[in-house]
C-alpha cells in the first residue's frame, strides 16, 4: 500500500489550498481515509476523515465549516479542500488509511495502518 499526499504550499491566511492523496496497493472504497497534521513542537492531531462505510465526513471543531474531504474512487484519491486557512493551519499534512476504523477510533493515529510521506502547508499572517 502507497499513499502519495500532494498540494502542500504557502499561503496568506485567508487563502485555500486543496491536498490530495493518491492511493495504490488497496481497495480503495474499502478503506476510511483520513487527514492528520502536525505543527513543529505538536503531537499529530486529526483533521478530518472520511470513512468507507457511510462515505460520510467527520472534521475535528478546530477545521469544521472550513475543510472539507471528498474522494473520488475512480482515481483512488482523497481530497482535503482547505479554504479560510488561518496562521494556526501551519503544519505538515498527512493522509492515513486503514479498513478497521469505527467511530470510536476514527481520530486516533494509532488507529491507521498506512500513512503517506506529509506535505507542508504553510499559512502566513
Known amino acids: 500500500v502507497q499513499l502519495q499526499a500532494s498540494g502542500g504550499g504557502s499561503v496568506q491566511a485567508g487563502g485555500s489550498l486543496r491536498l490530495s492523496c493518491a492511493a495504490s496497493?488497496?481497495?480503495?472504497?474499502?478503506?476510511?481515509m483520513g487527514w492528520f497534521r502536525q505543527a513543529p513542537g505538536k503531537e499529530r492531531e486529526f483533521v478530518g476523515a472520511?470513512?468507507?462505510?457511510?462515505?460520510?465526513?467527520t472534521y475535528a471543531d478546530s477545521v469544521k465549516d472550513r475543510f472539507t474531504i471528498s474522494r473520488d474512487i475512480a482515481k483512488n484519491t482523497v481530497y482535503l479542500q482547505m479554504n479560510s486557512l488561518k496562521p494556526e493551519d501551519t503544519a505538515v499534512y498527512y493522509c492515513a488509511a486503514d479498513r478497521g476504523i469505527i467511530i470510536t477510533t476514527v481520530g486516533s493515529p494509532n488507529a491507521y495502518g498506512y500513512w503517506g510521506q506529509g506535505t507542508l502547508v504553510t499559512v502566513s499572517s
Open positions: 496497493g488497496l481497495t480503495f472504497s474499502r478503506y476510511t
Open positions: 472520511i470513512r468507507r462505510s457511510t462515505s460520510s465526513a
